[in-house]
């Protein structure tokens, strides 16, 4: 059987480095906010480029916290995209501000710049692309739109550890910008955590604040914060990862050409882009029979996921408030994807044979 993943075996290779990281945490007897943390930061803000990192709890809530220090009225928008995984606009919601959601280009699965300006309004306050699937948002036009209107940027870098645009990494483009080490992710903790990077030092203190309580110095509290902080243990096991996330990163490329080679051209395959370094944290193709292919798979040993299978606006918990619109592109989308096996613990092999079981589907 070929498992969709098993974090097991991609995370078996670090095993040896986790348990001495266990060991010298363990042995500190100091376990939030301590010098794994501290490491960390300044670790991940070198890799993705920027000047500040700060650890929190999840990618959820580097999100929330991210929106939260621009002191945003209430009640005002933030465009996002509609096919985007649902925390994206939780993190919009929970802070007070209206989602407005716009529809993703068919080939790239990102927010379409050219459907930004008309979703803009005099209540708009910020954008927040999603770099979905391990493939960057065109952040050109997206920053210039939003130079040009005042608008704040948060980019959702949750899926996309290193991807770059035009020789740029995710996470440096934005004024504040939020990454997911949720264990399935490119570079995943053993548990949840998560992490904010901004070259802004104002935001960057204000983050640290409201991640801990709202407080600077202990017990005397600024604003009303959170518990939102990244553990000592996670980050030292996200440090030892990180040493190893380009290797990540380019070995999963290996396997997404492998499978862009080898698929029949009438599975639709991700769209491939000069100046752009995609990470595949989700390899999917399109097809308009996605269940019976899906079902075809399981009956051939394979495991396939759906990312995902109902789109926001039709999510019960936002039906309410977004369900009154169509997407269409977002629903086709929906309705036609199916993401196959890709990750550090999978062979080439593995990959051929998911590859050449996909080209027998009739
Ligand atoms: C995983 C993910 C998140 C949320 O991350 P958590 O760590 O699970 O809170 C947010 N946005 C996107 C696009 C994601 O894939």
Redesign the pocket.
Known sequence: MIEYENLYKTNKSFLADYKKAFADVAKKGFYILGKAVDEFENEFADYCGVKNCIGVA??????IISLKIFRIKPGSEVIVPSN??I??ILSIIHCGLVPVLVEPDIKTYNIDPDKIENAITSKTAAIMP?H?YGKMCDMDPIIEIAKRHKLKVIE?C??AHGAQYKKKKAGTFGHCN?F???PT?NLGALG???AIVTNDPELAGQAKIYRNYGSKIKYYNEVVGYNSRLDELQAAFLSVKLKKLDEINNYKRKLAAIYLKKIREDFTKPFVQDDYYDIY?IFNIRHPQRDKLKKYLIDQGIRTEIHYPVPPHKQKALRDLLGDKSYPVSEAIHASTLSLPISYGHTQKDIYEVAEKINGFK
């Open positions: 999840s990618g959820l809530d580097a999100l985007t995984y925390a994206s999603v979905l959702d949750a899926q939020a997911s080490f949720y992710k949840d955590a998560g944290h």
